[in-house]
């Protein structure tokens, strides 16, 4: 991988993100949670670990800090934001 020692990454993340390594990362975990909830391929319960998180707790607390809203209501406003069918009238 990046032949780096953490603190070193870590003061670059801060300087450029203007954010922790951990919450840098925390987020593209989040963002890939949201990618997997919106297709429906990842059940609720498998989320955290499929996104890398190895708590449950953890990955809800960075879930909500990141998206704003916890991953179930999350999932519910994706599916009241897809369009149904359109009704075809004869």
Request: charged share 25%; with cysteine.
């Given at each position: 991988?990046?032949?780096?020692?953490?603190?070193?990454?870590?003061?670059?993340?801060?300087?450029?993100?203007g954010?922790?390594?951990?919450?840098?990362?925390?987020?593209?975990?989040?963002?890939?949670?949201?990618?997997?909830?919106?297709?429906?391929?990842?059940?609720?319960?498998?989320?955290p670990?499929?996104?890398?998180?190895?708590?449950?707790?953890?990955?809800?607390?960075?879930?909500?800090?990141?998206?704003?809203?916890?991953?179930?209501?999350?999932?519910?406003?994706?599916?009241?934001?897809?369009?149904?069918?359109?009704?075809?009238?004869?």
């Open positions: 991988m990046i032949e780096t020692n953490q603190t070193y990454l870590s003061n670059v993340v801060n300087r450029y993100f954010c922790h390594l951990k919450d840098l990362v925390n987020t593209y975990r989040v963002e890939y949670a949201k990618e997997l909830l919106r297709s429906g391929k990842c059940p609720l319960e498998e989320l670990r499929r996104c890398g998180f190895l708590s449950r707790s953890t990955f809800y607390t960075s879930f909500k800090k990141v998206a704003g809203v916890s991953p179930k209501r999350y999932m519910k406003q994706e599916q009241r934001a897809v369009p149904s069918e359109p009704i075809e009238y004869v």
